[in-house]
């Protein structure tokens, strides 16, 4: 069973920075094979595609986070970061990372057991 282990989020202040890491726990599953996604999911809403990068690195970014987030993968290390700038207060929900997802990046197989981000304003 491959597990997606998150890790980096926090509290930070309107305006800074954090940087979201996934780490994929078997070397049998590769990232770098997987089109794979951060979402987010907000108190009271739906969950929501954040960024997503294919297996082929084709990026993909929900509009609200465009010129502000940069998803990205390090496949030495089986990990997938999304690196957050310029956080805004509506950044803050419970952010996911997911693994073989398809192409319209409805579903996904494996999911990562979430980490909170908080922005204060």
């Known amino acids: 069973q491959v597990q997606l282990v998150e890790s980096g989020g926090g509290l930070v202040q309107a305006g800074g920075s954090l940087r979201l890491s996934c780490t994929a726990s078997?070397?049998?599953?590769?990232?770098?094979?997987?089109?794979m996604g951060w979402y987010r999911q907000a108190p009271g809403k739906q969950r929501e595609l954040v960024a997503a990068i294919t297996s082929g690195g084709t990026t993909v970014y929900t509009n609200s986070v465009k010129g502000r987030f940069t998803i990205s993968r390090d496949n030495a290390k089986n990990t997938v970061y999304l690196q957050m700038n310029s956080l805004k207060p509506e950044d803050t929900a419970v952010y996911y990372c997911?693994?073989?997802?398809?192409?319209?990046?409805?579903?996904?197989?494996?999911w990562g057991q979430g980490t909170q981000v908080t922005v204060s304003s």
């Open positions: 997911a693994a073989e997802c398809t192409l319209n990046w409805r579903t996904c197989a494996y």
């Open positions: 078997e070397n049998i599953f590769s990232i770098r094979l997987n089109h």
